[in-house]
């Protein structure tokens, strides 16, 4: 059975929520400890939510050196699937990974909400189990979620389908209503909503579910 | 003439004279420093202790009653549940960011010392009025604080109050409330055994901040004539992430058996921490002063034993496992030292190195169960000046009156983390949350709900202490019934003012009377508490706010309970008695009126009220469910029409008495027309009335005769009050 790692920073915290949402829809996952330098052979890898390094600096900066990352870095090029969910996706920005940056909500203040979420692109390593246009109630939870790149990086992103999740009501500022990018490759995918947190009728919503199975499916 | 050492830090002649009893001889400066922060009202509970005695404190399910760092409650299913709460008041004043962050901290380190990992936080608020620019400072600061530490920390925040109210202008109240599980087997206790045993602090440096926070801060009030940020240093600095990592280390060494006690380092810091223990374990300890890791290095002995530095923890390790704990430590980056060693006798030595000069040799539980016990002078208020809100005219537009009482919350709780670890079914702005009961080390989950609440009514406590505080105990069981949850336990958290004032005295005892009482008739007992003293500003007391955390448990989840919106022609009904009186409501107090009588409260009624209520809910019978507490029915039904989304036609509330009266034991329910047979007759057998109130259908809020107005501008009245307030989107 193929197996996803989760990759646990100091100051990660969504890691465990991540591996049991996995869990619910019948897949495999374990925790990779971010001074880990193999992958110990894991199809996928997911950066989950929390503050790696508890954000010191900025989101991302300081776990985008951790030796694990160097490891993460190599299984993007060769075409595996990498998922950064809300801080992990600020570590992928970080990294290199992923174009763009997240910067601080307009408003200035830390967001906790559902949010509708649509699905612009199928065409990822995360989307592919969802419909296009489709609308996800999905929570976000984050400070820095406001993504932010040039004009000619946002052009390109919409040239080559790489915006795959946008807001219905853009609760942050981020430029073009986006939640969610991946690479050119399309392996590569971060968001700031946390499907994990959809993932189970009790906590309001199981859309989460449809882009969690979309990973499972394009191991 | 120089004023006496013992006097600058706060203790008394006589305390001082006891002190050099306990010890055959005169203290010096450094024992003396001990025992001022350790004999501390902030913690000795001496002004307060004799009234504590008399809360019930056993029932069969408490594994831990009060005393130690948590009360524990066994859960079933080999889980049992730690859950605590604190006050960070006073240095919520003074530095509003870092105070309320501290706080948080703090009582995170109470929970995981247990053994237990933190699940959720609720943090019941109080502030002075929004018209009120310093005040508003504050509260931004405050919620900043908490979130800002909560969610970088990853504990969840579900819940608890925010209340506006100029009692509170000068000394805002921040109480912080805290659950955690762990499976029974890993309940370890504060005790440090063994002779031979080591003495591990870890986590943070020690450094020159919080010094005397609870000798200088916590026990004492506000005075005008004083600059308060003179105070600031005494207000300790906090590192979430610090936190996070001790949290994880620490919890890793509970897993891997490797600790014979552990404690965490709070108020009075390490002078506390390992009094406490080595009391606690019957032993005594010596204590290299020169291997505590410091943040700066010209640190006195006496600073480094009563520093408050926050994200520190001390463990008593044996000799054999020493190795394993500092590299568990390293892995999380966490400094660890050995500080000291448990030794036979009773004494607490602190020594200047190893083997070196002992600077402080003390009965380490002197420190506490010698701390002076008071039975301050206790006198009834004169409150017969007060206006009796029954004299009060009836109001021109009892809808105008409704709409000034709507306060929607959600501006805080937006800005926290209430949804990590996948538990939360109910979160923040309901009556109570609700979350998953699921296994702490296998996850296994037990299809089981815990639910949490806090209560706190300062309305009903200044007009009636026993009764307000009462009421406030039964509406915390109601609230947990509402998400359908059966009370466990309680903790407490008494905000009162200043003790040396004998109305204030007396305002506590009747409080802790009225608690008593009603934890004894409802089966809730009190695992634990907290007292927050000297809340007063410029001699101002705030009006008694004693405040009770609630966990309760339900019975299997096969469907999350319904909340409080309302379903379009679903019929609206109050379970409960009809209950009148102005005393002690919201409304009467918008006019001025903090005299009368409170409304009656039924235990026997409260019960069965609270019994139909779980049986509703769980059986998917209500579609609705909302309890009626400050405002009075015509808030909660308006609340419950916001929340849904559509009118309400209404019938049976013939006045403003009716509509605004905060009489307990009612709760309002949505039924679906095709259950109402059932539910009236659930009702009937357990000798629950009911009134049939109307229907909710529509785009306006009518109570026949009395009010009719459009929801969207009670929705926007709602929704816009803090945001307006503080000139935010």
Redesign the interface.
């Known amino acids: 059975m193929s197996t996803v790692g989760v990759v646990r920073f100091?100051?990660t915290?969504?890691e465990?929520?991540t591996v049991?949402?996995i869990a619910g829809l019948g897949g495999s996952a374990e925790i990779l400890w971010h001074e880990d330098t193999d992958l110990s052979g894991v199809d996928a890898v997911v950066i989950a939510g929390?503050?790696a390094?508890?954000?010191?600096l900025r989101p991302g900066a300081i776990a985008r050196f951790s030796p694990i990352m160097t490891s993460v870095a190599d299984a993007a090029k060769s075409g595996m699937p990498v998922v950064g969910i809300c801080n992990g996706f600020q570590v992928l920005t970080e990294a290199g990974l992923l174009p763009g940056a997240l910067q601080k909500n307009r408003?200035l203040?830390?967001?906790?909400?559902f949010q509708a979420i649509r699905v612009e692109s199928t065409n990822s390593a995360l989307t592919g189990a969802a419909t296009e246009g489709q609308e996800l109630d999905i929570?976000i939870?984050h400070?820095e979620g406001n993504y932010t790149c040039d004009d000619a990086t946002l052009a390109s992103l919409r040239d080559n389908d790489q915006i795959v999740l946008t807001y219905v009501d853009n609760p942050n500022g981020s430029v073009g209503d986006i939640a969610g990018v991946c690479n050119d490759a399309r392996n590569v995918v971060g968001l700031m909503p946390?499907p994990?947190?959809a993932?189970?009728?009790?906590?309001?919503s199981e859309d989460g579910n449809v882009l969690l199975r979309g990973l499972l499916e394009a191991i | 003439m120089e004023e006496p050492l013992h006097r600058a830090l706060g203790l008394t002649d006589d305390e001082a004279d006891s002190i050099a009893e306990i010890l055959g001889r005169d203290p010096n400066p450094l024992e003396l420093s001990m025992y001022s922060v350790m004999w501390s009202e902030h913690c000795s509970y001496k002004s307060s202790r004799i009234h504590l005695q008399r809360l019930p404190t056993e029932a069969p399910w408490v594994l831990v009653g009060p005393g130690e760092n948590a009360g524990v409650v066994d859960v079933g299913d080999g889980i049992a549940a730690a859950f605590r709460i604190e006050s960070h008041n006073h240095p919520s004043a003074i530095e509003p960011y870092q105070g309320a962050a501290t706080g948080v901290g703090g009582i995170l380190r109470d929970i995981f010392t247990m053994g237990a990992r933190p699940i959720a936080i609720m943090d019941p608020l109080r502030f002075g009025s929004l018209d009120d620019a310093r005040s508003r400072w504050i509260a931004e600061g405050v919620v900043s604080g908490i979130s800002g530490y909560g969610n970088s920390v990853g504990v969840p925040n579900v819940g608890g109050e925010t209340v506006f109210d100029e009692t509170y202008t000068g000394n805002p109240l921040v109480n912080v409330f805290c659950l955690g599980v762990m499976p029974t087997e890993r309940l370890v206790l504060g005790e440090a055994t063994g002779v031979g045993n080591v003495a591990i602090l870890f986590g943070s440096s020690t450094g020159r901040d919080g010094i005397g926070g609870v000798s200088v801060l916590a026990s004492a009030g506000f005075d005008e004539d004083e600059d308060d940020s003179s105070k600031r240093p005494s207000v300790q600095v906090g590192d979430p992430f610090e936190e996070k990592r001790l949290i994880e280390a620490c919890l890793e060494l509970l897993d891997e058996g490797l600790v014979v006690g552990i404690q965490d380092l709070g108020g009075a810091g390490l002078c506390c921490a390992t009094s406490e223990t080595a009391s606690r374990g019957g032993m005594g300890m010596d204590v290299d002063v020169t291997a505590v890791h410091l943040r700066q290095a010209d640190l006195e002995p006496f600073e480094v034993m009563t520093s408050e530095s926050q994200e520190r923890m001390l463990a008593i390790v044996e000799p054999a496992n020493v190795d394993r704990v500092l590299e568990l430590c390293a892995k999380w980056e966490v400094t660890a030292s050995a500080i000291g060693t448990v030794v036979e006798g009773g004494q607490l030595r602190i020594l200047d190195g190893p083997g070196g000069e002992i600077l402080a040799d003390i009965p380490a539980s002197s420190l506490h169960d010698a701390a002076p016990l008071y039975d301050r002078p206790m006198a009834e208020p004169d409150r017969s000046a007060e206006i009796d809100p029954a004299g009060l005219a009836a109001p021109e537009d009892p809808w105008a009156d409704l709409c000034d009482l709507l306060m929607d919350t959600s501006w805080v709780h937006r800005q926290y983390d209430s949804q990590l670890f996948l538990n939360t079914i109910i979160g923040p702005g309901d009556d109570a949350a609700l979350l998953r009961l699921k296994h702490p080390t296998t996850g296994v989950d037990t299809g089981r709900g815990l639910g949490i609440t806090t209560d706190g009514n300062h309305h009903w406590c200044i007009v009636d202490p026993h009764r307000g505080t009462a009421m406030t105990v039964a509406e915390a069981v109601l609230n947990l019934a509402c998400v359908g949850a059966k009370p466990l336990a309680l903790v407490n958290n008494l905000n009162f003012g200043n003790p040396e004032h004998p109305e204030t005295m007396w305002q506590l005892s009747q409080a802790v009377d009225g608690m008593t009482e009603a934890c004894e008739a409802l089966t809730v007992p009190v695992v634990g508490g907290n007292v927050s003293l000297y809340n007063e500003s410029n001699g101002h007391n705030i009006d008694p706010t004693p405040i009770v955390g609630m966990l309760g448990m339900t019975g299997s989840l096969d469907q999350p309970p319904p909340g409080m919106g309302l379903v379009d022609g679903h019929r609206l009904i109050v379970l409960g008695p009809t209950g009148s009186g102005l005393g002690g409501s919201l409304w009467a107090r918008g006019r001025g009126a903090k005299g009368g009588a409170l409304p009656e409260l039924d235990y026997d009624m409260h019960l069965r009220v609270a019994e139909v209520t779980r049986a509703l809910v769980s059986g998917g019978l209500v579609s609705a469910v909302h309890d009626v507490g400050a405002g009075g029915l015509g808030v909660a039904v308006t609340e419950m029409a916001i929340a849904g989304g559509v009118g309400v036609i209404a019938a049976r509330v013939s006045d403003h008495d009716a509509l605004f009266s905060e009489a307990p034991s009612r709760v309002v329910l949505g039924v679906a027309p095709d259950d109402m047979g059932t539910v009236e007759n659930m009702a009937a057998s357990m000798g629950v009335p009911i009134t049939r109130l109307g229907l909710a259908t529509g785009d306006r809020i009518s109570f026949k005769g009395l009010v009719d107005g459009s929801l969207a501008d009670a929705t926007s009245r709602f929704e816009s009050t803090i945001p307006s307030a503080l000139g935010v989107e």
């Open positions: 100091p100051g915290n969504c465990f929520d049991e949402a929390g503050f390094h508890g954000d010191y408003g203040t830390f967001i906790n909400e929570p939870n400070f946390h994990e947190r993932s189970h009728a009790l906590l309001g």
